[in-house]
């Protein structure tokens, strides 16, 4: 299957700091990646649409200004947190559209903010 | 928007027995529902998936119902093993390929 790959993994920041999040499709071009957060124990959660060469769509309840994407390419999204504070540490999830029946989850990065 | 619901959201069953997981979903417009298992720190694997025109789906040990008219899908998973324990969520979506989620179901599967 698809890869979708996501870095870092995990990363640890300072309270005000921004934080990048990465999210590669790997062997398939993807016009269309999901930007999802999961606190723990709970569901997924929607935060934006992200489509290659225009601005991104958010979900209502979502900053746009602190939560900046770019969708540069069909096979890159990026994610950056700004001015990261503690209730931002969560788990971040992106998901790579080829068709709706062929969509895959990147592994993830665990944001932890002290 | 669309808003998915998810019942129970805990679930324990002796090894061997089956569990069933319920949805329901609000906008008539969805027409893709798909059911993920995620391990503790993973990203969601899709295990199995359904569309509107379909009213069942099976694959092996794990099924899927969808009733269009009540707007509910269930996932059925039989002879259970210790494997299958994990949180399960269901999901829907309609052709801007966004999909909700449930709530999530955590299946403990008693050996």
């Known amino acids: 299957g698809a890869v979708v790959s996501q870095h870092p993994s995990w990363v640890i920041c300072k309270s005000g700091t921004s934080v990048k999040i990465e999210c590669r499709s790997l062997?398939?071009?993807?016009?269309?990646m999901f930007w999802y957060r999961q606190f723990p124990k709970q569901s997924l959660m929607l935060m934006a649409t992200s489509n290659e060469g225009s601005k991104a769509t958010y979900e209502q309840g979502v900053e746009k200004d602190k939560f900046l994407i770019n969708h540069a390419s069909l096979t890159l999204s990026t994610l950056t947190v700004t001015s990261a504070h503690p209730e931002d540490s969560s788990f971040y999830i992106c998901?790579?559209?080829?068709?709706?029946?062929?969509?895959?989850f990147g592994p993830g990065t665990r944001l932890t903010v002290t | 928007g669309e808003n998915v619901e998810q019942h129970p959201s805990t679930l324990s069953v002796q090894e061997g027995d089956s569990a069933v997981i319920k949805c329901t979903y609000s906008?008539?417009?969805?027409?893709?529902f798909p059911w993920y298992k995620q391990e503790l720190g993973k990203r969601p694997q899709l295990i199995i998936d359904i569309r509107s025109n379909v009213g069942e789906k099976k694959d092996q040990r794990i099924a899927v119902t969808l009733n269009k008219t009540a707007k509910h899908f269930s996932l059925h998973i039989t002879e259970t093993q210790p494997e299958d324990s994990a949180v399960y969520f269901c999901?829907?979506?309609?052709?801007?390929?966004?999909?909700?989620f449930g709530a999530g179901t955590t299946v403990t599967v008693r050996a």
């Open positions: 062997d398939f071009q993807a016009t269309t």
């Open positions: 999901a829907a979506s309609g052709n801007d390929y966004k999909l909700s």
């Open positions: 998901r790579a559209e080829r068709e709706l029946s062929e969509q895959y």
């Open positions: 906008d008539s417009a969805s027409n893709y």
